[in-house]
Structure formats: C-alpha cells, structure tokens
C-alpha cells in the first residue's frame, strides 16, 4: 500500500512539475523577450524620420525615439538600414527586433508584424510640377505615378485604396528617386507620405505639392509577432516620453 501511494505520489508530482515546466516554457514564448541588443531595422531615405546625415550617421525623429527607448530600457540599439519593401520579411526571418521606418499601420502588414502604439499620423501627399494641371487625387486618373516601392504610396497608386484608377505605376527603390523621376519628365506626379514630400519640395525648384488630408494613416513600430514583452516595453517607454516631454523635444528638432 505504502508503495502504491509512493508510486502514486511520484506520478502527481511528476505530472505537476512537467506541467509547470511546461506553461512556464509556453508563457516565456508566447510573451517574447527584450533582446539586449535591440536590432533596429530602417530604410534611411524618409526625411526627417530616417535619412543619413552629414557625417553619414544615419539619423531622424525614429531613429532618435529608438535610441532614447533603448537607453531607458538599458538595451544597446543596432541599426540596420535596407530597403524598405525588404524590412518586413527581415523581421519574419528574425533578422530585426523593431521596425523603425516610418511604418503605416496596414492589416496587410498585421498579418505579418505586431505593431506597438501608434506615434506620428499622416496622410499621402502628391507632387507635381509647377505648371502641371494636376489639382486632386482623382485627376491622376489614368496618368504615370511614381511612388517608393512596398509603400502606402504605391498602394494608393495602383489603386488599392480605390482612389486613383488605371494610372502606370513607376516604383523606385527611395523616394529621392520617384521624384527625380518626375522632375525629368519620367512620370506625372509622385504620391508619397507627407513629411518627406514637404523635404523633398523644399529641396528640388520648380516642384508643388498638392495636400490630400482625407488618407490619414498612423506611424508605429513593428515587432516579431507575438513579442509581447518588447510590445510593452516600448508603449511604456512611448507613453514614459509623451508625459516628460521628451517626444515634444524630438519632434521639434526633426519634424
Ligand atoms: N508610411 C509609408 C508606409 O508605411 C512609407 C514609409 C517609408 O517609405 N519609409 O508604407
């Protein structure tokens, strides 16, 4: 009797411990981790969010919120700069941790990617040159469009959104390239988000903007799905930065 109920005893427990190795092991997945070097994952060529500065560091507002995120996580932070239309396939093969890019939230991209709070809103801006005719979304109907490959962009120029119809859509690799495109006479109008439409304005005579605020869409970071703990930390991190005031301070000095 007395080794029937040790037998037993012994199973209870064994069964017990597997089970709490077990859920332990289960729950450490599911949550994810915080990498002590973070990887960052960025295309460089979104000013004033990612671009390379002067002294061929790469910079800007994402880049600035990552670093400071890091620094109060205690996390070193990597940048890996690439091509934009490669970062989402680089976080599911877990080459990258955070995806820094100026990121649009897209359900597409859900499918994908876990995104953290949102932190900047936008819209898509078109330009054009000076004397072009174009005045509104819809007058694009049917045109060449030049856009930044993999973007929201190019989704509104091909259509996606039901907003410009049968237009030839050109894709480049940056969108400095989409608007020398432009400028040659290559395409009719370039549709690229807001604040790097204004940048790419100011730099480059004889172009004009044309401001469509009705395709709002909202900037976060991306992180491997079901990394809640990183998730977390960065929306802690965020919302840490709104109250102190040292998002503000970020956004005056890159927006
Ligand atoms: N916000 C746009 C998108 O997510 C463009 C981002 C970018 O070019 N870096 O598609």
Known sequence: MKKILTVALAGVLAASMM???????????????????????????????????????IDGFDMAVMKEIGKRLDCKVKIKNMEF????????????D???AGM??????????????????????IIVKEDSKVK?????????????????????ATGDYDSVKDAKVKRFKKGVDAVMDLKKGGSDAVIIDANPAQEFV???????????????????????????KLQKAINKELEAMKKDGTFDKLIKKYI
């Open 19 to 57: 089970f709490t190795g077990c859920s332990k092991k289960e729950e450490a997945k599911s949550e994810g981790e915080i990498p002590k070097t973070i990887v960052v994952g960025t295309n460089a060529e979104f000013p004033p969010f990612e671009y390379v500065n002067d002294d061929k560091e």
């Open 98 to 100: 955070v995806i820094a």
């Open 104 to 125: 649009t939230v897209t359900d597409e991209r859900k499918e994908a990617v876990d995104f953290t709070d949102s932190y900047y809103t936008s819209n898509q801006y």
């Open 202 to 228: 100011k730099a480059n005579e004889g172009l004009r903007l044309i401001k469509d605020q009705s395709s709002k869409e909202y900037y976060a970071f991306a992180i491997q799905k079901g990394n809640k």
């Open 85 to 96: 239309k490669s970062l989402i396939g680089a976080m599911e093969s877990k080459n990258l």
């Open 136 to 156: 509104k979304i819809s007058d694009l109907d049917g045109k060449t469009i030049a856009v930044q490959e993999g973007t929201t962009g190019d989704l509104v």
